[in-house]
């Protein structure tokens, strides 16, 4: 019994180890949109040449 409950619980903290890794990579993709969003040029509402305004 002693062995099987080890086991499960060996398994158990390997599926929250998986979970938590996939989490993190989430946070990273997310955080790396927002950086993308943050980091674009702001519109001024001053056309510059080449950027297709007039």
Do not use: C, N, Q, W
């Not at 086991?7 to 390997?14: D, Q, S």
């Not at 946070?27 to 040029?41: F, Q």
């Amino acid at each position: 019994m002693r062995i099987a409950a080890r086991k499960a619980y060996l398994e158990a903290f390997a599926d929250e180890v998986a979970l938590r890794g996939e989490h993190y990579h989430a946070v990273d993709k997310l955080m790396g949109l927002v950086r993308g969003i943050s980091e674009r040029p702001r519109a001024t509402g001053f056309g510059v040449p080449g950027d297709g305004r007039r």
